[in-house]
């Protein structure tokens, strides 16, 4: 009945969607707004560029972070979306993005 922050009551029976398919789109989650739980990481555009490339990123590849530090970070690009999730890369102070969404 509950998947992150998706729950029961939120959900929508399918006889609903198939009546008015444009509700469906309104009802999408945007990505920007998943997993609000992890910690964030504001990337410059060429942080941007490293990140859906799978690179690893260092701090000069950041605009600004938010929250705690945390084992997985959210990697938004500079208009807020999500690009990428990352963990701690193999070298100390680098982070590896390891599900690129973009």
Same mark, same amino acid.
């Given at each position: 009945?509950?998947?992150?922050?998706? *729950?029961?009551?939120?959900?929508? @029976?399918?006889?609903?969607? /198939?009546? *008015?398919v444009s509700l469906a789109s309104r009802? =999408? !989650?945007?990505?920007?707004?998943m997993l609000p739980e992890l910690p964030?990481? !504001?990337?410059? !555009? /060429?942080?941007?560029?490293?990140?859906?490339?799978?690179?690893?990123?260092? @701090?000069?590849?950041?605009?600004?972070?938010?929250? /705690?530090?945390?084992? &997985? !970070?959210?990697?938004?690009? +500079? +208009?807020? *979306? &999500? =690009?990428?999730?990352?963990?701690?890369?193999?070298? @100390?102070?680098?982070?590896?993005?390891?599900?690129? &969404?973009?």
């Amino acid at each position: 009945t509950r998947s992150g922050q998706a *729950d029961f009551p939120r959900a929508v @029976p399918l006889e609903n969607l /198939e009546r *008015d398919v444009s509700l469906a789109s309104r009802l =999408v !989650v945007p990505l920007s707004e998943m997993l609000p739980e992890l910690p964030s990481l !504001v990337l410059t !555009v /060429e942080g941007t560029r490293r990140a859906v490339h799978g690179q690893d990123l260092g @701090p000069r590849d950041a605009v600004r972070s938010y929250g /705690e530090s945390a084992s &997985l !970070v959210r990697l938004l690009d +500079g +208009g807020g *979306d &999500l =690009v990428a999730i990352a963990e701690a890369g193999r070298s @100390p102070g680098l982070l590896h993005p390891f599900v690129v &969404l973009k």
